[in-house]
C-alpha cells in the first residue's frame, strides 16, 4: 500500500485523483506554492474560508518574495 493512500488527521484529501503532496512533489513546488495547492484543495472539506485566507496569505508572501509587491 502506498503511502499516497494513507492520511493521519481525517480524510479531507481522500477521493481525489491525486494527492496534494504528490502533486507537489512530482512538479517540484516550493514551499508557498506547494501551501498554495494544499489549501485551495480542502477548503471545501476542511475549514472553509479559513483555508482560502492561508491560501491567499502564501499567495501574498509568494508574491514578495518573488516580484517584491
Known amino acids: 500500500m502506498s503511502e499516497f493512500q494513507t492520511q493521519i488527521g481525517g480524510d479531507h484529501y481522500q477521493g481525489y485523483a491525486i494527492q496534494p503532496t504528490e502533486f507537489i512533489q512530482k512538479n517540484r513546488l516550493n514551499w508557498c506554492e506547494g501551501n498554495i495547492i494544499k489549501y485551495v484543495t480542502r477548503h ?3 475549514n472553509g474560508i479559513e483555508d482560502l485566507r492561508k491560501a491567499e496569505h502564501y499567495l501574498k508572501l509568494l ?3 518573488e516580484y517584491g509587491t
Do not use: F, L, V
Request: charged content about 65%; cysteine-free.
Open 63 to 65: 508574491m514578495e518574495m
Open 44 to 46: 471545501k472539506r476542511k
